[in-house]
């Protein structure tokens, strides 16, 4: 199995990098870090392509997924959320065209609370399941999907949709990665709440370790959100 390790990252951030390059060379990954598409270079090309505010949309990708929604506050997202999601997109679409079995996507504030075998093994224990998505934690402890879990299979839960934790450190199978490709060619939310939809639009299968073997300082507190 090859896993292919991607990092999103903001490049002012650059503390983030100075914190995070130390530590993933500590744990075994070499990622590839994406810096492509920052809020402050997206051109109106760019936004016109993958931008879409119609509140339509919004309600089709939200819609019974959540308790509450602000509709009548929609605006569409925040350059930084469009930056996000296309840096994502972009991982996906290389991932999609390599060699590569499945994919690690991590974001610039996350923290390991285990190593790269530990990742990986996990991605093994989640083959034999199988699995199209696989969660190694996030902002939030296991409270968040603790009323949507289907069931559980050695160190991981199957979640039922809304099934992501933030997206600070999941991995994505190639053939799921072109599922979600096949559907997620707009965005209207943050990057969580698109994936949301895409994962159950395509009926994947996700799953989350346990315990996580991330998480991520935004949420913490110790980092300022730039979305």
């Not at 949309?57 to 602000?70: A, I, K, N, S």
């Not at 999941?170 to 709440?193: H, P, Q, R």
Request: hydrophobic share 35%; proline share 2%.
């Amino acid at each position: 199995m090859k896993t292919k390790f991607y990092v999103m990252h903001y490049k002012k951030n650059v503390e983030r990098r100075a914190r995070l390059e130390p530590i993933l060379k500590e744990v075994g990954i070499d990622a590839i870090w994406y810096t492509d598409y920052d809020k402050n270079e997206l051109s109106e090309a760019v936004i016109d392509t993958y931008c879409d505010i119609s509140l339509d949309l919004f309600r089709e990708r939200t819609l019974g997924m959540y308790e509450e929604v602000d509709y009548e506050g929609y605006k569409g997202p925040t350059m930084g959320h469009i930056s996000l999601c296309i840096k994502h997109i972009k991982c996906m679409e290389d991932l999609v065209s390599s060699d590569y079995d499945n994919a690690v996507f991590l974001e610039d504030d996350v923290v390991f609370h285990g190593t790269k075998k530990d990742i990986v093994n996990s991605l093994h224990t989640a083959k034999e399941v199988p699995y199209d998505a696989l969660f190694f934690g996030g902002g939030f402890d296991h409270g968040l999907i603790a009323n949507r879990v289907l069931g559980s299979y050695k160190n991981l839960l199957r979640v039922d949709h809304p099934a992501t934790n933030c997206t600070s450190s999941y991995a994505l199978t190639k053939e799921a990665a072109e599922k979600v490709l096949g559907t997620f060619t707009t965005i209207c939310t943050s990057i969580d709440w698109e994936l949301n939809y895409h994962f159950k639009e395509n009926d994947l299968k996700v799953w989350h370790t346990s315990p996580y073997l991330c998480s991520q300082l935004s949420t913490a507190g110790v980092y300022e959100c730039t979305l």
